[in-house]
């Protein structure tokens, strides 16, 4: 039996507190409900809140859909990660921007070893197809409730998207 290394994506937001902690784990959940052998995780462009647990507001929302996220803690995104992921999903436009910024220092620092793709969290979503996550730390319930319907239905085309791509790249 040879181990096959899990496929490592990466969701990316400002403070890895509300949006992106969600779509780790709602993002993971979608990939195992389709047998996919990937693995998530998530960070922050900014470093405001090292070592916290996601927003109470994100972690009460998530519970109601059926998401525990609790244990998870919150760490800014390094150059290294260019290196170790394979797809690094942003939840916002300024998000991108600044992912799209590391790249370009962690290909000078990593050159041929960078191997993480940069793409919208909504890249192939048909209900939000470009659109950015909205950040809701200073937003009320319904703002919370729409981080999830969106991580919900951009979970589900990325996790499309992989089975395919996966299975075509097990077939080479
Ligand atoms: P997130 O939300 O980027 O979805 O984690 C935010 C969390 C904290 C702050 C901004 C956005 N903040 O300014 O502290």
Known sequence: MTFQAPYKVLCVCLGNICRSPTAEVVLQHACQQRGLNVWVDSAGTSNY?????????????AKQRGYDISSLRARQIQL???ANFDLILAMDLDNLKDLQKLQQQAQQQYAHHLKADVALMSAHDPAYCGQAVPDPYYGAAQDFE???DQCESSSAAWA??????????AVK
């Open 49 to 61: 809140h090292p070592n916290k647990a996601p927003d109470i507001r994100s972690q009460q929302h």
């Open 80 to 82: 290294a990660d260019f």
């Open 146 to 148: 729409r981080v999830l």
């Open 160 to 169: 499309a998207v992989l089975a395919q791509d996966l299975q075509s790249n």
